[in-house]
């Protein structure tokens, strides 16, 4: 349809689904963004020449077009969501004309981009859910204003679920904002050339995640051996201190999964190499080889910054593979260095990074990696001052970090070897294809921090990521001994036993008093390390405690393997709202501290400091407490106990 200078396109798109694309340049641009999988649909489409408006209908989805442009999206003939409209009529609910507000609304940047501004109604009793992940106690977005862009612990996933039925995609890649009001919902790009959105609505919630991650891929099925426990600090600096810790576990009987080695283990950053003052390749070697004779893998950090100094730097710089800046200096990163950062847009660029960890790496032994700092981190968050091989920042950042992981899974798949997980700090819809785990970033270590990673979880779940974890205890800690992070660290970790993939992680204060193992300002032995952060660091109280809930975490390990291919399937989490599996129980969508873990296992984590008891909404039916094997019946909220041994866990029987 072609509207004063805009045209507008509306196509069936999956199941009960839609996609909206609008644009004033003179051609649509052909971007799939995040709806990369091919889907069918059986839409219709009709025209009422007369009053000048059409309609299409795709499954339990229809959108009417207006004679002035005005798009409104049924469910089974409901009306669900309609744009804002009121500069010529045509709305359902009238505004004044004198605001000239159009749904649509280009301002130009260049030529060829804009800055848009796309409006709904809004419903102020509506609940919304979903967006990624945000540092926030807050499940339900209505009323919250969420920035669309990339950055340390915070995860832009653009996918809302409407309890009216429905889910949207924005569908763009650019930096900008969703405002969920009361009075007006509104989303923002900065920088673009489209409108371009999608549309679902199905009966509960579990289906428009269906629907949903249908069209923007899901998951592979991660295997059994990365479902145990993962150790790691901040951090080691020698094959010896990783043999001393690997030992130890064996030692005890307990089998580690993955153990880790942490950043700053390289000449400079960008090397991706090991120093081999510090890690000499036949002890490399060698370490691997004990490792593995255990079954457990080895994950290396790697950063997508490149020092200067780097002897990588200038063949990079020179061959466009690291993003460029439109004004003033070229640095855009300074930790620990003058830096710039790898254009994983650009396929020589990935191809460069993965052949060259590969070499330096894999040759090794090291099975995995950990793709740290993939928002990317900056020295400023000037997002349109940064070009990548694709545009400018404003325009295509937030797809950042599904680029970077797309270069390692590609590297892997096209070796042979799909049995693998990469640990990454950010996200972008779809990255769930590129055997990406999340984590929650660099978290503070205190129980407002632990609070905002449970409702992490499950918004994440809902935007179509379901592998997820987090720093064990986070990542900040003042001081290691203190007794209240001894508490913390204990009820993060039984949260832990029921998260999708269970790691110890952290930097554990005060770093300064241990010394560093030379005096040189670059190197695998300059840069501080924390204290030990192993399970039996932390007193003999905190080691029984996490030597039950490690055997609790053992034995859910078949279970935790069918969610896998349940997420594989289907896109379900396995961290999962209340109402994601109770959508007929008004109360489950109002309980942002509890959780379902797959469909079996209620979550009631511990989350204040000293509490021993809490209140658990447990809904119809029967419930078995995890501890005494008690069977509560449902549809109350009841009291339960919880020493600091007991994290309240009730399975559905």
Known sequence: MRLRNETLRIDGWGKNGLRLRATKLARMPEHEHALTEKVPHDAKVSIDSVNKCAEIVNGRLKATVSFVGLVCFYRDDKLILQEYHSCYGGSIRKHPICYKILPREYKGNSSDDFKLTVRFESDPDEKLYGMGQYQMPILDLKGCVLPLEQRNSQVSVPFVISDRGYGMLWNNPATGEAAFGKNITKWTADETDMVDYWITADETPAKIVENYTECVGRAPVMSKNYLGLWQCKLRYRTPEEVLEVFRRYKEL???????????????????????????????????????????????????????????????????????????????????????????????????????????????????????????????????????????????????YPKMYLKAFCDGFTADGNEDIVNLVRSAWVGSQKYRGLVWTGDVQSNFEAFRDQVIAGQSMGLAGIPWWTTDIGGFMTDRHDDPDFIELLIRWYQFGVFCPVFRMHGDRGPNWEIPALDDRDFGGGYLYTGYPNEIWSYGDECFTIMKKYLGVRESLKDYISGLMKQASETGAPLIRTMFFEFPEDKRCWELPDQFMFGSDYLVAPILELGARERTVYLPAGKWQSLEDKQVIDGGATVTVPAPLDVIPVFKKV
């Not at 580690?256 to 942490?262: G, M, T, Y």
């Not at 390289?266 to 070697?285: A, H, I, L, N, T």
């Not at 990079?316 to 690291?322: A, E, I, K, T, V």
Request: charged share 25%; net charge negative.
């Open 253 to 399: 009987g307990i089998h580690l999964d993955v153990i880790v080695i942490d950043f700053f283990h390289w000449p400079y950053q960008g090397d991706w190499k090991f120093d081999e003052k510090y890690w000499p390749q036949d002890k490399v070697r060698a370490m691997a080889d004990e490792i593995h004779a255990e079954g457990t893998k080895i994950m290396v950090s790697v950063w997508p910054s490149v020092d200067k100094r780097s002897e990588n730097y200038y063949a990079m710089d020179q061959h466009g593979l690291l993003s460029s800046t439109e004004t003033g200096s070229i640095q855009t990163y300074d930790y620990q260095g003058d830096c710039g950062t790898v254009d994983f847009f650009n396929p020589e660029a990935r191809k460069f990074v993965w052949e060259t960890c590969k070499r330096n790496y894999r040759s090794l032994g090291i099975d995995l990696f950990w793709l740290d700092n993939s928002e990317p981190d900056s020295t400023t968050y000037d997002f349109d001052n940064y070009r990548y091989y694709s545009g400018r920042g404003s325009k295509v950042g937030c797809e």
